[in-house]
């Protein structure tokens, strides 16, 4: 079986509060972007964040499974518009990521409500994302018609 590898690498200075960083990916696509705990806790200074990657790594993916399972069930989209928010929260166990919610909008002619709803938490299941998350990560979806 085949292998995709996705590769990424950040360049860190310093102590976690203090400190900064840059993080880049192989492919070359974006970055390098910088990172701080700064813009991880309070989304500033212009940088980004794990847990924004994260983010944008599951809206990517559940836009992608979302539109192969419409068009499994006859049905591709015409446009899906997917928000994706990663949830980092402190508590006494310390810092972790509680939920993503996945807001999804799409426009699909033939389709109602019910069986855009239904086909959306089918590809969530599917969403590989989602499935690395998940019994980890509470996933909240809410899926409607454009």
Same mark, same amino acid.
């Given at each position: 079986?085949?292998?995709?590898?996705?590769?990424?690498?950040?360049?860190?200075s310093g102590d976690l509060?203090?400190?900064?960083?840059?993080?880049?990916?192989?492919?070359?696509?974006?970055?390098?972007? /910088?990172?701080?705990?700064?813009?991880? @806790?309070?989304? *500033? *200074?212009?940088? @980004?964040? /794990?847990?924004?990657?994260?983010?944008? !790594?599951? !809206?990517?993916?559940? !836009?992608?499974?979302?539109?192969?399972?419409?068009?499994?069930? *006859?049905?591709?989209?015409?446009?899906?518009?997917?928000?994706?928010?990663?949830?980092?929260?402190?508590?006494?166990?310390?810092?972790?990521? @509680?939920?993503?919610?996945?807001?999804?909008?799409?426009?699909?002619? *033939?389709?109602?409500?019910?069986?855009f709803k239904s086909i959306?938490?089918?590809?969530?299941?599917?969403?590989?994302?989602?499935?690395?998350?998940?019994?980890?990560?509470?996933?909240?979806?809410?899926?409607?018609?454009?």
């Amino acid at each position: 079986m085949a292998t995709a590898q996705s590769k990424a690498h950040v360049d860190w200075s310093g102590d976690l509060l203090q400190g900064n960083g840059q993080v880049s990916v192989g492919s070359g696509s974006f970055g390098p972007l /910088p990172i701080s705990w700064r813009t991880r @806790t309070e989304r *500033g *200074g212009g940088g @980004t964040s /794990p847990e924004e990657l994260i983010a944008a !790594a599951h !809206a990517g993916c559940y !836009a992608m499974a979302l539109s192969n399972t419409l068009a499994k069930h *006859g049905s591709p989209p015409e446009n899906l518009s997917v928000d994706a928010t990663c949830n980092f929260e402190f508590g006494e166990g310390g810092a972790r990521i @509680t939920s993503i919610d996945l807001n999804v909008t799409g426009r699909v002619p *033939g389709l109602s409500e019910e069986e855009f709803k239904s086909i959306a938490e089918e590809a969530e299941k599917g969403c590989p994302v989602s499935n690395a998350l998940r019994n980890n990560v509470d996933i909240r979806l809410n899926a409607q018609l454009a």
